[in-house]
Structures are given as C-alpha cells and as structure tokens.
C-alpha cells in the first residue's frame, strides 16, 4: 500500500528511503566519464518508465538527449561544469520523454571513485516533479537521496574496486551488458528490501528470496532455447551487506554456466541449490549438465574479470569456493559462515 509520507530533513530511516527508491520511483542511470561524452552505460527499470526510453535506446548516449528546447541553458551549463570537475550536484530540469510530452526531472548526480580513487563512474538519480512544487520537491528529493546515497555509492565502489577496469573502448560489446548485470543485482536487493519489514527483521532480509531473483534475472539476460534453470532455496536471514556479496558471487557463477556450459548442445539445465549447514553457515551449489570445465582451467583466476570478482568476494565474506567436474557438466559449491 502506497503512504503519503511529508519529508523533514533528518527524520527519513535508512529502510524507508531505501524502500522509496527501490519502488520503481527513482530512476538511476550510471555514466562513463573516461569514454568520449560520457555516455550511458546502465538505466533501471524506473528510468525506462519515466523517460520511455529502453536500455537499448538510452545506451552509449550522452544524457542531453533528454532535454528539449526550453530545458534552461544556464542550469545545463552549471551542470556540465559539475561534471567536468567531478563533484555532486542538485537541479531541476525540463526534460522531453520518448513521445515528446515534456516533465520537471529532479536530478542529482554523485561521482564513483573505485578503490585507487580515480573518477570511474557518475551515478544519476532523478524523480519527475510537479510544476507548483518544484522547490519543495526537490528539497525532499535531495533529503532522500541523502539518506540513500552512501549505500548506492558504496556498493558501487565495492563492485569497482573488485573490477579495477581501465578506460574501455567505446565499442567494447559486453561492457555495457556485463555492468548492467552487475548492478542489476544490487537493484534486485533494494527492491527485496523495500518489501521486507528491516525493523523487525534486526535489518536482514531473506536472503533465499533474493536469491532467487538474481537467478530468474540471470536465466532472463542469459537465456538460450532448450537451457532451464531451477530454483532451490531455503529460507535464511542475513544482513544486507553479506547478501550484497553473495548475490554477486552467485551471478558471476550462474552466468558463467548459462554463457558457456551449453556450447556444443542444444538443451541443458542448471540448477542453484542454497541451504543452511549444520554448523548455522549457508551453502550454494551451482550444477550444470553442460560440457565440463577443460581439465587444464583453473576457475575463478585472476585472469578473467568474472574470476577477480568472486575471488575478492569470497575473501571478504571468507568463504571457501569449489569448483569440480561431475559425471556431467560442473559443480561449483561455496561455503559461507555465518555469524549468530
């Protein structure tokens, strides 16, 4: 049920703000500012219901093509200025939609840094407003964002602190897929978040749930006639940070095998199995009935960015991860404690 909920500054939890930008009412976009005109390279869902526009027509583009000819050119010169020497701003836009219908777009835009502290990325956040309550809106646009804009930013950082990725080509196929997947995942949690009552869950949330959705998202983005996938999972409860990890590692897994394990077929399965160990961790078992890893392979390595990624995660949640050949395909199998 929607609340009609009046903003203070300071008076907005974590769990509520978090809920309000999972709810499919604030856009997020992330840019490259490394790749000539900084272009897009990942929209949500949110964007593509405000503005109309797909994923496929807003990416490698630069945001401008939103505006339209009264969008105020002093306020886009501030903007651009921001850009130019990474730093956060707040405005309020006129913008066009994909059918030409013009709206008021509270916008505010924060610099990603990965881990060596170089500019990578510039997240966008944006909300439509009403014409008489622009000002008031923005103010509790801004509040909002506040509240919020550490957890977007640092699991952002986290992700491209694993990544480490140098300027790209701009005609590199797969980067803008492979981010989109990645932070894909973090959009899926924060919207398990915002239907999950944090307060009287000690601030976790089902992580068997969420789990399930990074799977039915990845066997969507990855999907190839005659491959299914099945779901099973337990439930369990953990913090949002652990999920966060385990949700990534488990979507580098899962689109490792869809990418790769069904090459000389035509049909296969893979299955995701999570459970609760004896001991009180979480186990997750990755099976396909693919080919098999090649004998002389050693996965996850720090040759491939996918195997770079699950390695640092494992490290952080201090999991063990192993990846076998079964009588068919390939089993992978993580272990993860898990503290009372």
């Known amino acids: ?67 339209c000819d009264q969008t105020s050119e002093a306020k886009v010169a501030d903007l651009r200025n921001a850009v130019a020497q990474g730093e956060e701003h707040s405005t309020v836009l006129l913008n066009a939609r994909a059918n030409g219908e013009q709206y008021l777009n509270a916008l505010l835009i924060a610099p990603i840094h990965d881990d060596e502290g170089d500019l990578v990325y510039f997240v966008g956040l944006q909300s439509e407003v009403a014409q008489d309550h622009q000002a008031e809106r923005l103010e509790q646009f801004e509040t909002v964002m506040a509240e919020i804009q550490h957890r977007v930013k640092n699991h952002l950082s986290m992700i491209l602190g694993l990544i480490r990725m140098k300027a790209r080509r701009s005609d590199d196929p797969n980067e803008f897929k492979d981010l989109s997947r990645r932070v894909e995942s973090l959009q899926l949690l924060y919207e398990e978040m915002s239907g999950a009552t944090l307060e009287r869950n000690d601030g976790k949330i089902k992580l068997g749930a969420y789990l399930g959705r990074v799977a039915n998202a990845i066997a969507y983005l990855d999907s190839r006639p005659g491959v299914r996938m099945n779901i099973y999972v337990e439930p369990l409860m953990v913090d949002t940070e652990t999920a966060v990890r385990i949700g990534l590692i488990l979507s580098e897994v899962l689109t490792n095998a869809m990418q790769h394990a069904f090459r000389e077929q035509k049909s296969g399965l893979v299955e995701l199995r999570v459970s609760r160990t004896d001991n009180g961790g979480m186990r997750a078992i990755v099976s396909d009935d693919g080919v098999g890893i090649p004998e002389d392979v050693t996965w996850p390595n720090s040759e491939s960015l996918g195997g770079r990624i699950v390695q640092g995660l494992c490290e952080g949640l201090q999991a063990s991860l192993q990846v076998t050949r079964g009588a068919v395909g390939t089993i992978v199998m993580m272990d993860v404690p898990m503290a009372e």
């Open 1 to 67: 049920m929607d609340r009609d909920v009046s903003f203070h500054p300071g008076d907005i939890s974590d769990q509520d703000a978090t809920a309000i930008f999972s709810a499919s009412k604030v856009a997020m976009v992330l840019t490259n500012p490394r790749l000539p005109d900084n272009p897009i390279v990942y929209v949500n869902r949110a964007f593509q219901n405000l503005t109309g526009y797909t994923s496929d027509m807003a990416l490698g583009r630069n945001c401008r093509f939103l505006q």
